[in-house]
């Protein structure tokens, strides 16, 4: 589907399949995203604020440039195979994470070196020490 621009405010996506999806730019603030299959969706500069997205499926969802501020059910875990960058804004429990530090790292290694052609590999977990 191609929902470029759309307005989703407060939309109910609950189990939704958008697989695939193009939502640059969309304004999705507010909508329920629980367990969706959002595999490879681009939602590059969407407005994603509040939305809630527990249980979510990211893996290879393009969120440059992405407002995910107070978004809730967002974990290190779902994100560490999406493609986030540093304009991307995190909800502020997630902003300094190390997985998401270093997700935001392999994106920008994987970006400089291979363009936009897939989504990097996700990032493994940090040890702690």
């Known amino acids: ?63 440059s440039g992405a407002d995910l501020r107070e978004a809730t059910g967002l974990t290190a875990e779902q994100l560490s195979g999406a493609v986030i960058d540093e304009t991307t804004t995190l909800p502020e429990e997630l902003e300094t994470d190390p997985w998401m530090m270093a997700r935001r790292e392999s994106c920008r290694v994987w970006r400089d070196t291979q363009g936009h052609l897939n989504a990097p590999p996700p990032t493994p977990a940090p040890t702690l020490h």
């Open 1 to 63: 589907m191609f929902l470029t621009w759309a307005d989703l405010r407060r939309a109910d996506l609950r189990g939704a399949d958008l697989r695939g999806s193009i939502l640059n730019s969309a304004d999705l603030s507010m909508a329920w995203l629980h367990n969706s299959r959002l595999t490879g969706v681009q939602f590059a500069r969407a407005r994603l604020c509040g939305a809630k997205f527990g249980g979510a499926d990211l893996l290879g969802t393009d969120f």
